[in-house]
């Protein structure tokens, strides 16, 4: 990784969410005085409450589709609901987010001069025909399914990052990031990872969907985190696009049992429709971060599971 980098005031949208809650941590430890903007629709006030009372820090409530006029020298946008069941829920809004989002974000950041980074994703490549997914691979992408307001809409963010990148020499940085997972996401967030351990954890039933071989492949949060901050600071510049997830790749068979086994529970897999369009493949490739930014996931799946059970384990029982 590169040498840490002078502290800057930096704007994290999205930031009382899962990612975002852990990189406002991440930059205030270095030293930068953090905006955290968001609008709660899937971020809690509780996964920043620590943060509150300390003096670089500050929360705004705020909606990226409407203008922002702070002043920043980075800006991370995270902001976006990212899992199916919260992006499907008004999908309207989701591509709001990620299209007038990103103009509103760019158009701050080109006042600004200041560097900004995007939160793309592994869904740019829809259910990818190339195994592993390299950058240089265009995907494969439903344009009109129930997924598309969360693909196209961060398909058409990474268009308007480069579009002001060329057009008005924007310093942009473009993270493709593969599913993470970690303490602070929502015991109700609906993606695979935290379904499977909090029902585990109830002794309720794991809910596979379809055949459960599909496969993903599963970061640990402080990897991504530390790749999302290597990025926006790497030099020489890098735009990207760049890949940020852990290649380790598991069918979700493999991850439900995996859950059981590390939780004691008795919990028995049940199987339900799988939703349309659900990528039956995904593994990134990482030479790109590993050249340009040094970086690697150090965590593997048991132990991210692991620490992400115990998370679940107090979150749980104090809710109760
Ligand atoms: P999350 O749902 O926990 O966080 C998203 C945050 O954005 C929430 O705090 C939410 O309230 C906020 N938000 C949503 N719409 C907003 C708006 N219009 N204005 C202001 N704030 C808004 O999800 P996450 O996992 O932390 O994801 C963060 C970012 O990373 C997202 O952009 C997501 O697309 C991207 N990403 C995440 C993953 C992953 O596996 N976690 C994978 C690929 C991409
Ligand atoms: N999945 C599942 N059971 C669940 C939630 C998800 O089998 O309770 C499957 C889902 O169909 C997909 C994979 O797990 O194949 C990952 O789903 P997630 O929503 O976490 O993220 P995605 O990568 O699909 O956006």
Redesign the pocket.
């Known amino acids: 990784m590169q040498a840490s980098p002078t502290p800057c005031r930096s704007l994290v949208?999205?930031?009382?969410?899962?990612?975002?809650?852990h990189l406002c941590e991440r930059l205030l430890a270095r030293g930068d005085e953090v905006l955290c903007?968001?609008?709660?629709?899937?971020?809690?006030k509780s996964?920043v409450a620590h943060l509150l009372d300390h003096p670089r820090f500050e929360l705004m409530r705020?909606?990226?589709?409407f203008p922002l006029y702070v002043e920043v020298d980075r800006i991370y946008?995270?902001?976006?609901?990212?899992?199916p069941v919260?992006?499907q829920h008004d999908p309207v809004?989701?591509t709001?987010?990620?299209v007038h989002?990103a103009i509103n974000m760019l158009g701050l950041a080109k006042r600004l001069r200041a560097r900004i980074l995007?939160?793309?994703?592994?869904?740019v490549y829809g259910d990818p025909e190339q195994h592993p997914q390299q950058e240089s691979y265009w995907g494969r992408v439903n344009p009109i399914g129930i997924r598309s307001c969360?693909d196209e809409g961060?398909r058409c963010a990474e268009t308007l990052f480069f579009d002001y990148h060329r057009q008005h020499r924007l310093d942009i940085r473009v993270?493709?990031?593969?599913?993470?997972?970690g303490p602070?996401?929502?015991p109700k967030?609906g993606?695979v990872v935290s379904n499977f351990i909090v029902q585990a954890l109830r002794g309720e039933a794991i809910t596979v969907y379809g055949k459960g071989t599909q496969t993903r492949s599963f970061?640990y949060?402080s990897d991504?985190i530390e790749g999302l901050q290597g990025l926006m600071e790497a030099q020489p510049d890098c735009t990207g696009p760049v890949n940020l997830?852990n290649p380790g790749e598991f069918t979700i068979i493999e991850l439900a049992e995996h859950v059981i086994r590390l939780t004691g529970s008795r919990s028995k897999i049940i199987f339900s429709p799988l939703p349309s369009d659900d990528p039956a493949q995904r593994q990134p490739d990482i030479q790109l971060a590993r050249a340009t930014l040094g970086w690697e996931p150090r965590v593997q799946l048991q132990e991210g599971l692991k620490k992400t059970i115990a998370y679940f384990d107090i979150a749980l029982s104090s809710a109760n």
């Open positions: 949208t999205g930031g009382s969410g899962f990612l975002g809650s903007v968001d609008n709660f629709f899937t971020g809690r996964n705020h909606d990226i589709t946008n995270l902001a976006c609901p990212a899992s919260h992006y809004q989701t709001k987010t990620s989002g995007q939160a793309s994703t592994s869904e969360y961060k993270a493709r990031i593969f599913n993470t997972y602070r996401m929502h967030d993606r970061c949060v991504l997830g």
